[in-house]
């Protein structure tokens, strides 16, 4: 048995491993966009002078490329929730090298376009949704932390490849520096991904187990699109990226138009990059123990704010200087809010088709706004009707986050009230009653039934990804005949008790008096193990256990060690509610 010096040298050990990970996950993330989205603009200039190519033309193969990555994003991401999370970025790296080198002997605008659509499919597989998804799957108790760690590192892929690209381009040719970018995707992505992603665990399993955790992410996935929270972020999203493309990508022009002077165009857009990892860190630090669904009412307010700002402020270089930095903090956040907000207001399952769906319009509407405003722009030959346009959608992507916020309690976690211990508790009676005969056979879990048990509980719409193996040794489930997990509860062990957790029934098995079985036997091996005290969080089947001796108390009154469990600070919503029970009392 390892002693508990030994059991910190291991932990020890994992968490650095894993902050090496999470570090070479970045450091992929920076060459990706590097390489790939910031470099394209200074080629553009090079195709129209060798090539005679327009810029219409090749602005238009980058947006073929946008499309193609919105309409690739939800197969991508149900592919990472199968398992195959680092195959698809290996896979999506080794793409991006193949059509940089295709693109380096281009002599054609058909094959530019040809390299745009492979592009497309390789920047849904490389760039910030796939990694979210993994780093969600791999690390369930602290992907907040280091979704914004890797953003951190990614901000800077603009401000590192801009030069080193255009330095290549005048030293060596845009031929030449295409292949030096092929060459970075080959030396440093490859490796970085299939060093630092984790070999998924469904590749351990036997057939009928993945076969369960693929219908455990369908369900998660179907849930999702009857959810109004999923529309309302959907439609937040795709407002702001129109919003935000059509924007950055006209700004130049527009300041050019009102005649800002070069030095302080350079100037503003200087402040851009700076502004989102300065907001980046500002999150990961001053606002990390704030939900991301308060920070994304901060987010989704500032984007208006930025453009009311320029529009006001004419010339004036303060006032530009003000608009890069609100408008810059903004994206920052915006990016991490992007990666963390469904799992902090819906839930984990599934989670990699769940974002590519939201990044489809979204993806479609980073390809068509620019190219829409600069429609707007040559109908009024005037700028000002853009800026409207652009106001008016982040309003409405703003009005959208608040809709999908106060949803969001409500349906996330009461729509999917027949396994939860809310429908326990409203279909049960007060009385104590016998479990009928109907060889259903109460026993601890096993390894072999963690999707099952993972299956059920996302089903009842209970918190599943944190589970793991070593859980099992504190969980019972009922089998019916056919052996069949129907119903689970859990038990974590803290140094001054155990959290009740992961209490459901099946719905075919309710109403046989079944939650109130588990929860004594659970209650029973707490007491065997020597606990004196229960805690459990519920959102809405408080009246269920006041009737079996818990009471309702704060949550600041918990132990800092249960606080800091995963379920406790991070999988459940803040409006859950916190119950105690002394054990031995009935």
Not at 212 to 236: E, S
Not at 340 to 346: A, L, N, P, S
Request: glycine residues 8%; aromatic residues 8%; charged residues 15%.
């Amino acid at each position: 048995m390892p002693t508990p010096t030994t059991a910190k040298r291991n932990d020890d050990r994992m968490i650095s491993r894993d902050s090496v990970a999470t570090f070479a996950l970045a450091v992929a993330q920076l060459v990706s966009w590097g390489s790939v989205y910031y470099a394209f603009s200074l080629f553009v200039v090079p195709l129209e002078q060798t090539m005679g190519w327009s810029r219409i033309s090749t602005n238009a193969a980058l947006s073929c490329g946008l499309l193609v990555s919105g309409l690739a994003a939800y197969p991508v991401g149900k592919w990472i929730d199968h398992g195959y999370g680092r195959r698809v970025m290996v896979a999506g790296s080794v793409l991006s090298a193949a059509m940089l080198l295709l693109w380096s002997q281009a002599h054609s605008i058909a094959v530019l376009y040809v390299v745009w659509i492979g592009l497309g499919v390789a920047m849904a597989a490389t760039l910030y949704d796939p990694v979210f998804s993994i780093i969600t799957m791999d690390f369930p108790a602290s992907f907040r932390s280091k979704i914004t760690q890797v953003t951190l590192v990614a901000g800077f892929a603009s401000t590192v490849f801009i030069p080193l690209t255009q330095g290549l381009v005048t030293w060596l040719g845009w031929r030449e520096a295409l292949v030096v970018l092929a060459i970075l995707n080959l030396a440093l992505c490859v490796p970085l991904q299939w060093v630092a992603i984790r070999r998924s665990a469904t590749h351990q399993t036997n057939t009928g187990q993945r076969t369960a955790m693929k219908a455990i992410n369908a369900a998660a996935t179907r849930r999702a699109l009857r959810t109004p929270t999923f529309w309302g972020l959907a439609v937040c999203f795709t407002a702001y990226y129109a919003t935000f493309a059509a924007l950055t990508f006209h700004l130049v022009p527009l300041m050019t138009e009102r005649k800002v002077p070069s030095a302080v165009i350079l100037f503003t857009m200087g402040i851009i990059g700076p502004a989102q990892v300065l907001a980046r860190i500002l999150w990961a630090t001053v606002g990390r123990a704030v939900r991301p669904s308060r920070v994304g009412l901060i987010v989704t307010t500032a984007f208006p704010l930025s453009v009311v700002i320029l529009m006001a402020c004419g010339t004036s270089t303060f006032g530009l200087a003000a608009f890069a930095t609100v408008y810059g903090g903004a994206n920052g956040m915006m990016t991490i809010l992007r990666g963390t907000i469904v799992q902090d207001v819906m839930w984990t399952e599934g989670y990699g088709a769940t974002s590519g769906l939201l990044s489809v319009p979204s993806n479609i509407a980073k390809g068509m706004a620019p190219l829409s405003a600069a429609a707007i722009w040559a109908f009024h030959d005037s700028y000002m009707p853009v800026e409207w346009a652009v106001l008016v959608v982040s309003l409405l992507s703003a009005i959208a986050f608040m809709a999908a916020m106060r949803l969001a309690p409500s349906h996330a976690h009461l729509n999917e009230r027949s396994g939860d211990m809310a429908a326990l508790a409203a279909a049960e009676s007060a009385a104590e009653p016998k479990v009928p005969n109907l060889n259903l056979q109460i026993s601890g879990a096993q390894v072999r039934e963690l999707v099952q048990i993972k299956a059920l509980l996302t089903a009842s719409g209970l918190p599943a990804t944190d589970i793991t193996e070593t859980h099992l040794d504190r969980f019972l489930v009922v089998h019916n005949p056919g052996g069949a997990v129907v119903a689970s509860v859990g038990l974590e062990r803290f140094a001054d008790g155990a959290m009740l957790r992961s209490l459901a029934v099946a719905k075919e098995y309710q109403n046989l008096g079944l939650g109130r079985l588990l929860v004594l036997r659970a209650e029973q091996m707490a007491m065997d193990e020597g606990c004196a005290q229960l805690w459990l969080l519920t959102t809405t089947a408080d009246g269920f256990f006041r009737k079996r001796g818990y009471i309702v108390i704060d949550r600041h009154a918990v132990p800092e060690d249960v606080r800091q469990n995963a379920e406790f600070s991070l999988l459940c919503p803040a409006s859950a509610m916190c119950l105690h029970k002394q054990l031995g009392e009935r």
